[in-house]
């Protein structure tokens, strides 16, 4: 079974800095594009970021230069170092991957459970 799971979120200061992790784990051949969103309680989910499996990457305007996305495929993981952070980027971050089943050969979407991010002084 394929899980996505994410990590590195906290409370930090507006001008700080995280770096938020997600494993892709289980049985499976390899993962593709991958996505991070976030959302706030009463909106909707915003995506924040993409890598694809070339390493192509793009960001939302409102992060941009701020943000960065990357992956360490030995690792399974996709990393976002977010910088001066602001109360705005408040949010549950998620990530989301296609992911190419071992089992079926096959792609699959999935989405991890979220990491808290929390900027306030």
């Known amino acids: 079974q394929v899980q996505l799971v994410e990590s590195g979120g906290g409370s930090v200061q507006p001008g700080g800095s995280l770096r938020l992790s997600c494993v892709v784990s289980?049985?499976?051949?390899?993962?593709?594009?991958v996505n991070w969103y976030r959302q706030t309680l009463g909106k909707q989910r915003e995506w924040v970021a993409q890598?694809?499996?070339?390493?192509?990457?793009r960001s939302a305007a409102a992060v941009a230069g701020r943000f960065t996305i990357s992956r360490d495929n030995p690792k399974n993981t996709v990393y976002l170092q977010m910088n001066s952070l602001k109360p705005g980027d408040t949010a549950v971050y998620y990530c989301?991957?296609?992911?190419?089943?071992?089992?079926?050969?096959?792609?699959?979407?999935?989405w991890g459970q979220g990491t808290q991010v929390t900027v306030s002084s």
């Open positions: 989301n991957a296609d992911v190419l089943l071992s089992e079926t050969g096959t792609s699959r979407n999935y």
């Open positions: 289980g049985i499976f051949f390899t993962f593709d594009d």
């Open positions: 890598i694809s499996s070339r390493g192509s990457t």
